[in-house]
């Protein structure tokens, strides 16, 4: 059996970070990614999930089971997203 002391060494890196890679392989961690911007959507008090921003307008990120059907859609705007969350978390809320 192999035991890793350090398991990050043995883990390629990835092709994109090979071809872009500064000489020092430490400076990685200190490059910044910029984050998205995201707006939690709930109804009624219950969280059902965040709208992040996207190319295209914002995708969905559904937590709750009842919206999972709209888990990573893309609509074009916030206020289209939140109505449709609303929406079937309403559907759902009754018909169970």
Do not use: C, K
């Amino acid at each position: 059996m192999s035991i890793w002391p350090n398991q990050r060494s043995a883990i390629p890196a990835s092709r994109a970070i090979l071809n872009h890679a500064p000489a020092n392989r430490d400076s990685l961690s200190q490059q910044r990614v910029p984050m998205r911007q995201s707006e939690p959507i709930e109804v009624d008090g219950v969280f059902l999930g965040a709208a992040v921003e996207h190319e295209l307008g914002v995708r969905f990120i559904a937590v709750d089971v009842r919206v999972t059907d709209m888990n990573q859609s893309v609509w074009p705007t916030l206020e289209y997203a939140r109505l449709s969350a609303r929406q079937l978390f309403r559907s759902r809320q009754f018909s169970d």
